[in-house]
């Protein structure tokens, strides 16, 4: 059992960016900005595996023994993809796995959730992978700032590189970015946000 002197945090980090890039230069784009856009074989889960392989290097895959996945645009609405990414970076079988999705914030629920396992003592090292392929509307004001990305962090409580002190959190009903199930394109409404 950890004591409450115990430092939990991030031991590595690892992302993945795609190459590809819309800006000034695109066909049609309007905007000033540029973005990271996937190619036509990446989604979040690839994208996922790829932050993954950054972030265990020189770690010790046997030491991880939990793996939280978090996305809004997983390529599954069934399987597991958390599992994947155990197969992928070749952890141990023996491994907690979850999945975290349909919330713009299931990135920060699922690194919440992982630290919650570290401090209670029920994970040594958790490895928390958030990734997503955003796609707005053409030519709507998200277009400009969406971009495509996976980062992966693994937490734990011995060789904390950044220690996590505290948290917070506040859930308030914000009907200002959503996603029908049935639709792949993410539509907004600034005044909803702002009123």
């Known amino acids: 059992m950890l ?3 115990a430092k939990n945090g991030i031991i590595a980090f ?8 819309m800006g000034p230069g695109t066909k049609g ?6 973005k990271a856009v996937a190619n036509y074989d990446e989604d979040s ?4 595996v790829a932050a993954t392989m950054d972030c265990l290097t020189g770690i010790d895959r046997n030491t991880v023994d939990a793996v939280y996945f978090a996305s809004t645009t997983s390529p599954y609405l069934e399987k597991q993809a958390a599992a994947t990414i ?3 970076a070749d952890l141990p079988k023996e491994i907690f796995t979850a999945d975290f999705g349909n919330s713009l914030r299931s990135g920060t629920i699922a690194l919440k959730a992982a630290l ?9 090292r958790a490895l928390v992978v958030a990734s997503d392929l955003r796609v707005p509307g053409a030519g709507s004001e998200l277009e400009e700032v969406l971009g495509d990305g996976a980062v992966a962090l693994v937490l734990g409580s011995s060789d904390v590189a950044v220690e996590i002190e505290d948290c917070y ?3 308030d009903e ?22």
């Open 3 to 5: 004591g409450n002197n």
């Open 14 to 21: 690892g992302a993945y960016i795609p190459l590809y890039r």
């Open 29 to 34: 784009w309007r905007g000033s900005n540029e």
């Open 45 to 48: 889960l690839t994208m996922a």
């Open 86 to 88: 155990v197969a992928a």
């Open 116 to 124: 919650d396992a570290v401090r209670a003592g029920s994970s040594k």
């Open 169 to 171: 959190s506040i859930s």
């Open 174 to 195: 914000i009907h200002d970015v959503w996603r029908a199930q049935d639709t792949r394109i993410h539509a907004a409404e600034d005044r909803f946000a702002l009123e």
